[in-house]
């Protein structure tokens, strides 16, 4: 790693040392933890997120460096030097050089440009050119400079982006027309679409006509919305500033329409393809649930039970490479928002055809399981088959079946319903025997009027219904996943590392001055998982169960097959949701090239893996940044309120707090605040503790539809009054504005307007 570092010439981040290291999203944790040894040992400098030599290295490794390339090799008799490193050309000589890459636009306008072909350090770029494009789109950059050992390029071409429509404001002059958005303004024709002052949806251009001679952006006029504060404009702009969108290609809407709305005979009867339609299977989903991937069936068998998990089979109408398949990769995933769904597929499939709808033959890839009383997985069978779901249950019906409650049309599935809430109890416990880790998070959903307006947030409930569903699912997921380790056949697989060794160590040291025995260094997922039972009761839970969660880390999809840490799961990927997730319709596409046949070609997995994992994060932000906009429109007309609220999080600018029984969180910034990040405690000006748990009294002091933030006041702590103090005020890291933000703000050209899913 050390000798990398010096032959680079140049410091290197995480990301670079993987790449030029060869190494997969599992081998993260490991490669910081070398990195951590080295520089606990002094051979390296961390600057930042990047690592380099010690001055006093430098020249060593130089020297070694050079021994080692010029190392004399015989070959045949003759002499010849090993290949040596391109030195690094002058400046001058370089300023023509081009780089495709993937911009990141930083809070503060700068930003960086990832080098398509993970090579080379990634290109800074300064606020007014990152203004030229957009976070995430893919660039052309030509390097112009070196500044403090820093490559610097310029924007100069924009080749695809994320983003595809922006909502904004249409306005009409006598120069021509524009849409103010939350990115600036957009240089759009006039159209007969919209009238000044209305809520447009706007595609961006790419490419050429991505800038307009005076440095704006630029587009068209794709529709009306309305009104600009429309609560239907602002939860789509939220979606179009993630990438994601209501409506598919031209192209894309031709080929679903192409294609049929019943099974035909054929498809049904094609060789290999079994028939459960008399099997008795059933869906069960959330009361506003529109598409239905997953049925299932379990009875009794000599060993135990047998589980039928069916599936969708979306790889039969998608194929690889089609305009449906690009627009899918492209979004990679269902967005779930208040009364709407953003969908991967065109609604002829998602709610058509590949929906498992009841009393309609459906096709479906089945996971056909046989399990020991133990919960173990003794055998099991994966085969295309068609299916009629028998009916669609919903949660609540499921959980008053199994509490005794007579439902009609359901009472009859009772056995069934009583069979699978007995194979999910064995499942459950043979998970958390194994070391599974159930944190068992409180989930919140919006709950709207009938206009669309929002009318309470509420818990969601975790019933045994939930939890039947879930335990199938998992079984399936893990069945397909060892089918294809036991091949050896490579294929898509979910991985979620061990927890970050920082964060648990911090972790540790807070448990210990608690009282709680927790050793040090890595820790099993069936250690970790014992350690929360130790919790239960605690008084220090809440905030001991908070700082374990943030060590935990995402799970990302991975062509490696590296195990799931929070399951306690040698083999898991994702097989049951083709109909809302890219990486489902994947497995199941490798499923049909092995039984066809076919060899499994498995390099463009990683990057596929790479795109889904990005789209995952991207439709969680919108998800969350939608709750955060209907929190605020709760809350907008009640400022000044004092209500009760129990301090949630702590931060190093203040705490959040959430208002009891509204379940809306709000930011509290005192002046005077100090946090100790060892002990997770704040302290005010007067001295007084703030610790997660502790009851107050909180004032809305404002509330801000435009940036969804909501800020608090402390009017008393624990019952005792607090002296109103002036909020903290944020003097670095504040986000600035754009060039072109700036530029219009100066320029007076009006203001920016700005199924419950346990992701396994």
């Known amino acids: 790693m050390v000798e990398l570092i010096a032959r680079a010439g140049h410091p290197l981040g995480l990301k670079e040392l993987m790449k030029l290291n060869a190494l997969h999203p599992g081998q993260q944790t490991a490669l910081k933890r070398v990195l951590r040894e080295l520089v606990k040992a002094g051979r390296l400098l961390k600057e930042g997120k990047r690592f380099t030599l010690p001055k006093s290295a430098v020249e060593v490794e130089a020297v070694k460096s050079e021994k080692v390339e010029g190392r004399v090799e015989r070959r045949g008799g003759q002499k010849q030097r090993a290949p040596q490193f391109e030195k690094q050309k002058p400046t001058h000589e370089r300023q023509k050089k081009r780089i495709e890459g993937t911009l990141k636009v930083h809070p503060n306008g700068f930003g960086f440009v990832h080098p398509s072909s993970g090579e080379g350090e990634n ?63 957009v240089s759009v024709p006039k159209t007969q679409l919209a009238r000044d002052g209305d809520a447009v949806k706007v595609r961006l251009g790419v490419g050429k006509r991505v800038l307009s001679p005076d440095d704006r952006l630029t587009g068209e006029v794709a529709g009306s919305l309305g009104k600009m504060g429309d609560m239907s404009v602002e939860v789509l702009g939220i979606a179009y500033a993630q990438g994601f969108n209501e409506e598919f290609p031209a192209e894309v809407m031709d080929e679903a329409d192409a294609v049929e709305t019943t099974v035909l005979e054929a498809e049904a009867n094609e060789k290999g393809r079994r028939d459960l339609r008399a099997m008795g299977l059933v869906t069960i989903d959330g009361e506003d649930a529109r598409d239905f991937d997953d049925a299932v069936w379990v009875t009794d068998h000599p060993k135990g039970y047998r589980l039928v998990v069916a599936i969708a089979d979306v790889s039969h109408y998608v194929e690889d490479g089609d305009a449906l398949d690009a627009e899918a990769l492209r979004r990679a995933t269902s967005v779930y928002l208040p009364g709407r769904v953003l969908p991967m ?85 043979m998970r958390l025997d194994r070391g599974a880790i159930d944190f068992d998070i409180n989930e919140t959903r919006v709950e709207l009027n009938e206009d669309g307006t929002p009318k309470r947030m509420a818990r969601r409930e975790r019933l045994e219904s939930h939890r039947i569903v879930e335990e199938c699912m998992l079984a399936a997921n893990e069945a397909v996943a ?81 195990g799931h840490y929070g ?28 039984w066809a046949k076919e060899r499994v070609d498995g390099d463009e997995l990683e990057k596929k893996a790479v795109q889904s994992s990005e789209r995952e994060r991207a439709a969680m932000k919108v998800e969350r940044e939608v709750v955060s906009f209907y929190s605020c429109l709760m809350l907008k007309d009640r400022v000044g309120e004092e209500l009760p609220a129990t301090v949630s999080s702590l931060a190093e600018g203040g705490f959040y707090a959430e208002l009891d029984g509204l379940y809306i969180e709000g930011m509290v910034r005192p002046s005077g605040w100090k946090f100790d990040p060892g002990l997770y405690r704040g302290i005010l000006a007067g001295g007084k503790v703030v610790k997660v748990g502790l009851p107050m009294v909180a004032r809305i002091a404002s509330v801000n539809l435009q940036a969804r933030k909501i800020d608090l006041e402390i009017v008393a702590l624990e019952g005792a009054p607090v002296k109103a103090q002036a909020p903290q005020v944020r003097r670095r890291f504040e986000p600035r504005e754009s060039p072109r933000q700036e530029r219009r703000s100066k320029g007076g050209k009006g203001r920016p307007h700005g199924k419950s899913h346990r992701r396994r």
């Open 345 to 429: 597929l065109p609604e002829r499939l998602s709610n058509g055809i590949c929906s498992l709808k009841p009393d309609e033959d459906r096709l479906c890839m089945v996971a056909d399981m046989v399990i020991d009383k133990a919960g173990v997985a003794v055998s099991s069978e994966l085969y295309p088959a068609v299916m009629r779901s028998a009916a669609r249950c919903t949660y609540e019906e499921v959980h008053a079946v199994l509490a005794g409650r007579d439902v009609p049309h359901r009472v009859k599935f009772r056995p069934l319903f009583e069979k699978l809430l007995e194979l999910s109890k064995v499942l459950t416990k």
């Open 482 to 562: 060892r089918y294809f380790r036991e091949r050896g056949v490579p294929t898509l697989s979910r991985y979620h590392a061990p927890p970050d060794e920082e964060k648990l160590a911090a972790f540790a040291a807070l448990a210990g001055a608690y009282g709680l025995n927790v050793r040090q260094g890595p820790m099993s997922s069936k250690e970790l998982n014992a350690l929360l039972k130790q919790l239960v009761g605690h008084p220090e839970q809440r905030a001991l169960n908070q700082l374990l969660l943030r060590s935990m880390m995402q799970a990302i999809y991975s062509s490696q097959n590296d």
């Open 123 to 185: 290109i800074f770029v300064t606020p007014a050119d990152a203004a030229r494009a957009l976070d995430n789109d893919k660039v052309v950059v030509e390097l112009v400079e070196g500044r403090d050992g820093r490559t610097t390029g310029r924007i100069v071409d924009v080749r695809d982006r994320t983003r595809q429509f922006v909502v904004g404001e249409y306005r009409e002059n006598k120069h021509g027309a524009f849409v103010q958005t939350d990115i600036g303004p």
């Open 567 to 594: 399951l306690g799961a040698d083999d898991y990927l994702h097989f049951t949701s083709p109909i809302r997730r890219y990486p489902d319709l994947i497995v199941h596409r490798l499923l049909r090239q092995i």
